[in-house]
């Protein structure tokens, strides 16, 4: 490949790479943020399966490195495959796999994963449906249709580039004797004297051209109508590249582009529409693997807390606190909502309700006695 068409692909690669790893990254963080609860007989518990998840899944990386890799891999392959490999003390270990290979796709019997590979190493056991935890981003892979667009549209970054080098460039003519064309000893000196001295005239920030009998120079410069406009067209399609990007992941594109008005909405519409699916689908296929239908039915189970993403602030909340705690909302369900520390004392996990909630019937029934 030519050294300018291993540019153009470098260059085309790095717009591209840099629209997807920021959406993949913000739906890694959200996700990271997100609190696994667990549950035996419907009473909330703190123990080895709430460790595994929020805090160790295996003995090289934390809670967050594993998710970060989880979503990496739903986004680019969109499908990521979670395995327990072994016992570690007793308790499980979860890694994510970076190849596996289906023999075939099985239908009214349990799928196969086999030659299952993460880092270097290729488990040769072969695990079955309920081994694993095997996650689809979507049912269609959206990959290969952003990739022709990404090709599409970078063919017009790449024109207006172009356009823009060529608008501030500096682009001369210079005019000859007829007498002196066609003359091999004339066209090498004339060469010769473009390398010494006109090629350092147009790089220098000043210089002094020197102008012969029989040469006259005349600059014919860019298009002067697009010199106003600077690199906004290129910025332009490029924030149109990161903008389809986005919505390829259900993610808002004011999310992506650095804009702050409309983020609020943007917030809600993020967490309803990319990240909550990608979590329930995540419960589901926990609750179902690794509990199994005859532990949930008994109240073990597991869930993922999505309400934790975004920052809560205790202060400008205070008003929406006093209403929640007079519906009968408990001290430490505040603090666990707020990301603080729980009381253990009978009054921290007392319900009250204020006074001014009834049942209808007796308010309706009380206003008559009246």
């Given at each position: 490949?030519?050294?300018q068409e291993l540019l153009?692909a470098?260059q085309e690669y790095n717009?591209?790479e840099?629209?997807?790893?920021?959406c993949v990254?913000?739906i890694?963080?959200a996700?990271?943020?997100?609190?696994?609860?667990?549950f035996?007989n419907?009473v909330?518990v703190w123990?080895?399966?709430?460790?595994?998840w929020n805090?160790?899944?295996?003995v090289?990386?934390n809670s967050?490195?594993f998710?970060?890799k989880?979503?990496?891999?739903l986004c680019q392959?969109n499908?990521?495959?979670i395995?327990?490999?072994?016992?570690r003390d007793?308790?499980g270990?979860?890694?994510?796999?970076?190849?596996?290979m289906?023999?075939e796709?099985?239908?009214?019997r349990m799928?196969?994963?086999?030659?299952?590979?993460?880092?270097?190493?290729?488990?040769?056991?072969?695990f079955?449906e309920d081994?694993?935890l095997?996650?689809?981003?979507?049912?269609m892979n959206l990959?290969?249709?952003?990739?022709?667009?990404?090709?599409?549209y970078?063919r017009?970054?790449?024109?207006?580039?172009k356009?823009?080098i060529?608008?501030?460039?500096q682009?001369?003519k210079?005019?000859l004797?007829q007498?002196n064309?066609?003359?091999?000893?004339f066209?090498?000196?004339?060469t010769?004297?473009?390398?010494?001295?006109?090629?350092p005239f147009?790089?220098s920030?000043?210089?002094?051209l020197?102008e012969?009998?029989g040469?006259?120079y005349?600059?014919?410069?860019?298009?002067q109508?697009?010199?106003?406009?600077d690199?906004?067209?290129?910025?332009?399609?490029?924030?149109d590249?990161f903008?389809f990007?986005?919505?390829?992941?259900?993610?808002?594109?004011?999310?992506?582009n650095g804009?702050?008005?409309a983020?609020?909405d943007?917030?809600?519409?993020?967490?309803t529409?990319?990240?909550d699916p990608i979590?329930e689908?995540?419960?589901?296929?926990?609750?179902?693997?690794l509990y199994?239908?005859?532990?949930?039915?008994a109240?073990?189970?597991?869930r993922?807390d999505?309400?934790?993403?975004?920052h809560f602030?205790l202060?400008?909340?205070?008003e929406?606190i006093?209403k929640l705690?007079?519906?009968?909302?408990?001290?430490?369900?505040?603090?666990?909502?707020a990301?603080?520390?729980?009381?253990n004392?009978?009054?921290a996990?007392?319900?009250v309700?204020?006074k001014?909630f009834?049942?209808?019937?007796?308010?309706?029934?009380g206003?008559d006695?009246?």
């Amino acid at each position: 490949m030519p050294c300018q068409e291993l540019l153009a692909a470098v260059q085309e690669y790095n717009v591209r790479e840099l629209a997807f790893w920021i959406c993949v990254n913000m739906i890694a963080n959200a996700i990271g943020r997100c609190e696994f609860r667990t549950f035996r007989n419907s009473v909330e518990v703190w123990e080895t399966d709430y460790y595994l998840w929020n805090v160790e899944p295996n003995v090289n990386q934390n809670s967050s490195q594993f998710l970060h890799k989880m979503v990496a891999k739903l986004c680019q392959d969109n499908e990521a495959l979670i395995i327990n490999p072994r016992q570690r003390d007793g308790h499980g270990t979860l890694v994510v796999a970076d190849d596996w290979m289906v023999p075939e796709p099985a239908v009214t019997r349990m799928q196969e994963y086999k030659q299952v590979l993460v880092g270097d190493l290729t488990f040769r056991k072969t695990f079955m449906e309920d081994d694993v935890l095997h996650l689809r981003l979507n049912h269609m892979n959206l990959n290969p249709v952003m990739d022709g667009l990404y090709k599409s549209y970078y063919r017009m970054v790449d024109a207006a580039v172009k356009a823009n080098i060529w608008d501030h460039g500096q682009h001369w003519k210079v005019h000859l004797r007829q007498i002196n064309q066609g003359d091999e000893e004339f066209n090498r000196r004339f060469t010769q004297m473009l390398q010494d001295q006109v090629k350092p005239f147009l790089e220098s920030n000043g210089a002094i051209l020197p102008e012969f009998d029989g040469y006259e120079y005349s600059n014919v410069g860019g298009g002067q109508t697009r010199v106003k406009q600077d690199t906004r067209d290129i910025k332009a399609l490029i924030e149109d590249i990161f903008d389809f990007t986005a919505r390829s992941f259900l993610v808002p594109a004011v999310l992506v582009n650095g804009k702050v008005e409309a983020t609020s909405d943007a917030n809600h519409r993020f967490l309803t529409y990319c990240i909550d699916p990608i979590c329930e689908q995540l419960q589901e296929e926990i609750n179902r693997k690794l509990y199994g239908y005859d532990r949930w039915r008994a109240g073990e189970f597991l869930r993922v807390d999505s309400s934790s993403i975004l920052h809560f602030d205790l202060f400008k909340n205070a008003e929406n606190i006093e209403k929640l705690m007079g519906c009968g909302y408990s001290y430490n369900d505040i603090q666990r909502a707020a990301g603080g520390a729980e009381i253990n004392e009978p009054w921290a996990n007392a319900h009250v309700i204020t006074k001014n909630f009834a049942d209808a019937q007796n308010v309706t029934n009380g206003g008559d006695a009246k």
